[in-house]
């Protein structure tokens, strides 16, 4: 009776009255320490020679004021007085110790360079003087490179979009800067204008160019021109050049054409424009 006790222990299939005992052996979780975030790091200070230059007028020389002035500081939330001294290692007089030198902040023919040595005078120049792009500013080759590319891709937006624009907004855009003159301009002089205008206006060229509005005006202008339709003596009113029949009424401190290009955009006004159109490509 004993084995067959123990065969029966030890998982005997013969035996029924003996349960199997499963043991579970809990595995230990296993903690996932979340990594902190990385702590945006402030702007490192770039040690390097510095130049500033006067914004307008170039005296042969200008004195700023290096001592009673203030920079809020935002962070401590009051303002704190400044002062350029040959002799301390902050610009803030709450941090200095011992005697101040005081110093001057001089500008000669508009510039200034500060070595890379005299971070102190750079932190104030370039951070915390009230001054700063106001009577003078920092040069950075960067920024005005950044600039430029800027202003070379406008440049060549424009002279792109001035190649493909079609005669008649090309004299819409043009009528604009040079008035009356161009209805008296070849084809060939109006695109050499248009090209200089795009290359030395290309901001406002292509403004114009997106106003459906200069369009608009320009047929009106070409319109009366040719005697469809007449302005009044006053500059009030439009009205039919056969058999004058008054066409819109330009309001009050309002540009005759500009009204009148508004008005093209009515209901009245778009049968109107419809009219006219037929008559000039007749």
């Known amino acids: 009776m004993a084995k067959k006790a123990n065969k029966a222990y030890a998982g005997d299939p013969g035996d029924e009255h003996v349960e199997k005992v499963t043991t579970v052996v809990k595995q230990p979780k296993t903690v996932v320490k979340e990594k902190p975030l990385p702590t945006p790091q402030k702007n490192k200070w770039e040690i390097k020679n510095r130049v500033y230059h006067l914004k307008g007028k170039t005296p042969l020389s200008k004195l700023i004021k290096g001592s009673g002035i203030y920079y809020f ?3 401590k939330g009051y303002e704190r007085e400044l002062k350029h001294t040959s002799n301390q290692v902050t ?6 110790k011992g005697d101040q030198r005081l110093e001057h902040i001089i500008f000669r023919n508009g510039t200034l360079n500060v070595p890379k040595n005299k971070v102190v005078l750079q932190k104030l120049l370039s951070l915390y003087h009230p001054l700063k792009d106001i009577v003078y500013e920092e040069h950075k080759p960067e920024v005005i490179a950044i ?8 440049e060549i ?8 624009l079609d005669i ?21 002089e109006l695109k050499r204008d248009l090209l200089l205008y795009a290359k030395k206006n290309p ?8 106003d459906d509005n200069v369009q608009l005006r320009n047929f009106g202008i070409k319109a009366t021109e040719m005697g469809i339709i007449r302005l009044s003596g006053d500059q009030r009113t439009f009205i039919w050049g056969s058999n004058d029949r008054k066409l819109c009424v330009v309001p009050y401190d309002e540009h005759p054409y500009s009204a009148l290009a508004a008005w093209f955009k009515t209901d009245e006004g778009m049968e109107v424009y419809s009219n006219i159109e037929k008559r000039l490509n007749s």
Do not use: Q
Not at 174 to 187: A, H, P, T
């Open 73 to 75: 500081d935002e962070e």
């Open 147 to 154: 600039d430029e590319v800027e202003d070379i891709e406008l």
């Open 168 to 188: 008649d907004m090309a004299e819409a855009v043009m009528r604009v800067e040079l008035g009356s003159k161009v209805s008296k301009m070849s084809s060939k």
């Open 91 to 96: 610009c803030f007089v709450d941090e200095m």
């Open 157 to 164: 937006e424009a002279l792109n979009a001035a190649i493909n």
């Open 203 to 210: 901001d406002l060229f292509l403004e114009l160019v997106n």
